[in-house]
C-alpha cells in the first residue's frame, strides 16, 4: 500500500510564499513521477508542476518563474516553493505520484491541502 501525506498549506498575503510538502510512503520499488495539482472552486483540476524520472520540470504557464518543484527520490518526496504568490493561486492544491509498487505502476493522490491568497 502506498499513500501521499501533504502539508505545507496555509493563508499567505499576496507577495507572500508558502512551501508544499509531500511524503510517499509504503511499498514502493520507485518511482516515476510526482507532481502537483490544484483545484480552485468552479474549475477543473489542472496540473500546476511535476517531475518525470529522465525528463526536465514541468511547469503550467501561470506559475512559472514563481513555482520550483524539487524531488528527493531516495526519500521518495517532492516539494513545491512558491513565491510571490497571487489570489489566483488559492486553490486546494494535491500531491500525485506515479509509483511502481513491483507488480507494475499506479498512479496515487493526497488528500490535498489549501493554499489561500489574500489581502
Known amino acids: 500500500q502506498v499513500q501521499l501525506v501533504e502539508s505545507g498549506g496555509g493563508l499567505v498575503q499576496p507577495g507572500g510564499s508558502l512551501r508544499l510538502s509531500c511524503a510517499a510512503s509504503?511499498?514502493?520499488?520507485?518511482?516515476?513521477?510526482m507532481g502537483w495539482y490544484r483545484q480552485a472552486p468552479g474549475k477543473q483540476r489542472e496540473l500546476v508542476a511535476r517531475?518525470?524520472?529522465?525528463?526536465?520540470?514541468y511547469y503550467t504557464d501561470s506559475v512559472k518563474d514563481r513555482f520550483t518543484i524539487s524531488r528527493d527520490n531516495a526519500k521518495s518526496t517532492v516539494d513545491l516553493q512558491m513565491n510571490s504568490l497571487k489570489p489566483e493561486d488559492t486553490a486546494v492544491y494535491y500531491c500525485?505520484?506515479?509509483?511502481?509498487?513491483?507488480?507494475?505502476?499506479?498512479?496515487?493522490w493526497g488528500q490535498g491541502t489549501q493554499v489561500t491568497v489574500s489581502s
Open positions: 500525485n505520484a506515479v509509483i511502481r509498487r513491483g507488480v507494475g505502476v499506479r498512479e496515487y
Open positions: 509504503g511499498r514502493i520499488v520507485g518511482v516515476n513521477a
Open positions: 517531475l518525470t524520472t529522465g525528463t526536465t520540470a
